[in-house]
């Protein structure tokens, strides 16, 4: 099954608004959390994360938001534009035995209406 | 500059053929990842190399399997291409090994249609 979900396949704000991205995990081993941004044709690169020691990190307009009682981070964007419309895609980071991967969500495809 | 590059951009094969999909990376990153990406279902993983010959499955390996001969470059082989592995393939690099919170740089991606 999908280890790391993202509920909504699609969202669309007015350019100005606030929006929040959501991503659901189950594995409590997960101990990163991140936010990819992918524009069409091009390749995923990273927004922002965080380690699982800290509930929030803030850079500009972009927030994460961890809740590991819930297996729940979120992505906050504030004072959105045009050039936010894009695929985002939350990601989970593990350590298996000395070996590290990243979980990816389905993404959720952001239109920023001006 | 840093960069990670895939070969080709866009490939059409038929059922049966075998295909080699090529990435390299000019960081010296020790892990390297082969990802597809497929509508509803984000990234998923194929294969992570750790270094040379030190190649680990994901969560998706069936029907693929990979070479690493050097930290540089990482194929990604399907021998006898099915249908179903029609996707977009994304190869990507982190500097460390056994450390999670790494950031992946991405390719450009391969679009493979197997017809």
């Known amino acids: 099954g999908q280890q790391v979900k993202q509920s909504s396949p699609s969202l669309t704000v007015q350019e100005g608004g606030i929006l929040i991205l959501n991503c659901d995990y189950e594995?409590?081993?997960?101990?990163?959390f991140a936010w990819y941004k992918k524009y069409p044709d091009n390749s995923p690169t990273l927004l922002i994360s965080?380690?699982?020691?800290?509930d929030k990190r803030e850079d500009g307009r972009f927030t994460v938001f961890l809740n590991k009682s819930g297996k729940h981070f979120s992505l906050h964007i504030t004072a959105s534009q045009p050039e936010d419309t894009a695929v985002y895609l939350c990601a989970a980071g593990i350590n298996q035995g000395g070996s590290a991967k990243l979980i990816f969500g389905e993404g959720t495809k952001l239109t920023v209406s001006s | 500059d840093m960069k990670v590059t895939q070969m080709p951009r866009y490939l059409i094969k038929r059922m049966g053929e075998n295909v080699l999909l090529e990435c390299g990376q000019d960081?010296?990153?020790?892990?390297m990842y082969w990802y597809r990406q497929d509508p509803g279902l984000g990234l998923q993983l194929i294969y992570i190399?750790?270094?040379?010959?030190?190649?680990s499955e994901g969560d998706i390996p069936k029907g693929y399997r990979v070479s690493r001969k050097k930290r540089e470059h990482f194929s990604l082989i399907l021998d006898s291409a099915k249908t179903n592995q029609t996707s977009v393939y994304f190869c990507?690099?982190?500097?460390?090994?056994?450390?999670?919170?790494?950031?992946?740089?991405f390719g450009s991606g391969t679009r493979l249609t197997v017809l």
């Open positions: 190399s750790y270094d040379v010959d030190s190649n």
């Open positions: 990507a690099s982190s500097p460390g090994t056994g450390i999670s919170a790494e950031t992946l740089y």
């Open positions: 594995n409590d081993m997960f101990d990163y």
């Open positions: 965080v380690r699982s020691n800290v």
């Open positions: 960081m010296s990153h020790e892990t």
